[in-house]
């Protein structure tokens, strides 16, 4: 190969490359891999509505759009809209967790059981009347009795 | 933004006596917009709605996360929060107003305008939104579409990727009320 030949070879593969990187940021899907994100905090269900209830912009600067670990009871799970959905129970009935779970969560999901004590992991997202994560996924599910 | 917390607190606070629920709440609603262009075609959807509806006295309100909509792109989703909503500085869009004529009395199915004001990105119009109700065994389910231009909410999109937005972007819902307990 001479020089020009070597030239050419490495501008179209540095074109291939760069070409190919961004094709996968461009279609990357969004939180595909939350199992192997790393997590921001660890908090239980009611301290998280507590802190959202009693000032809801501090709370949003700490945990707005970071991957937590909530632990909690569950106090309902619905199949509404074709979503997968946990709430888990804060200390009034006013507000709650609202866990939005991934689809491959649904095995896990429907043995679920009110009171049960699980831990959740997704993506706050903020608070409306409840505190709302998104593409959250079961750890640790307890092994039924 | 505070209009709306008052009007939800207002909603969720006042007391009923009669034995027939008043309010009804969503926490769950779905709200989804549509962006066709021939470069492209961009689709979002929010299903973590609230809103709670008072047919005593034909009010609704409605309160959405921004961050909350998920897109099929990351890419898409980064753009929209960080460069065109920009959902730091105003995280939710909300929506108050009134159901006109509204028969509490009919069964089945009514279609009914809602008109109110609609605030996203910090700037507030007022809407006249189509929206069919159906009343299904004392649950409200409403549904409905519309559209909003993006010039209207001072939505500033780049030279670049003009030809990639729409500039009327369709919005659908759909909001499955339940009795509200306190």
């Known amino acids: 190969m001479n020089n020009r030949n070597k030239i050419i070879f490495f501008f179209f593969s540095t074109v291939l490359v760069i070409g190919g990187y961004a094709y996968f940021e461009f279609n990357k899907r969004p939180y595909k891999d939350i199992e192997t994100m790393y997590t921001d905090t660890f908090i239980n269900s009611s ?77 706050c997202k903020g608070f409306l009347k409840d505190v709302i994560l998104l593409h959250c996924l079961l750890i640790n599910t307890p092994i039924n009795e | 933004m505070n209009k709306v917390i008052i009007l939800i607190f207002l909603l969720i606070n006042v007391t009923d006596f009669e034995s027939k629920p008043d309010q009804f709440i969503a926490r769950q609603g779905q709200v989804s917009f549509f962006s066709y262009t021939s470069v492209e075609n961009i689709e979002a959807k929010n299903d973590q709605v609230l809103s709670i509806i008072d047919l005593s006295k034909n009010e609704i309100a409605i309160s959405m996360l921004m961050n909350a909509f998920k897109f099929k792109k990351s890419l898409m989703h980064e753009h929209f929060n960080e460069s065109y909503i ?40 007022e809407v006249e939104i189509k929206t069919t109700i159906e009343n299904i065994d004392g649950r409200y389910l ?27 972007i369709s919005i659908t819902f759909r909001f499955e009320y339940q009795p509200y307990e306190k």
Do not use: W
């Open chain 1, 47 to 123: 301290e998280l509505i507590s802190l959202f209830m009693l000032n809801e912009n501090s709370a949003n600067s700490v945990y707005r759009n970071k991957v937590i670990e909530v632990e909690g009871i569950v106090k309902e799970v619905t199949f509404l809209n074709n979503r997968n959905t946990v709430l888990l129970q804060g200390s009034s009935t006013y507000s709650s967790v609202l866990c939005d779970m991934k689809d491959d969560q649904v095995e896990e999901i429907e043995k679920l059981r009110k009171g049960q004590k699980v831990k959740i992991k997704g993506v």
């Open chain 2, 86 to 125: 920009e959902s730091d500085l105003y995280p939710k869009a909300t929506f108050e107003g009134k159901i006109k004529d509204f028969d509490i009395l009919t069964d089945g199915t009514q279609t009914r305008m809602i008109e109110g004001e609609l605030t996203i990105h910090g700037i507030t119009k």
């Open chain 2, 142 to 168: 409403f549904t409905g579409d519309f559209e909003v231009a993006v010039k209207d909410f001072d939505i500033k999109i780049p030279p670049i990727l003009v030809p990639n937005i729409a500039k009327i």
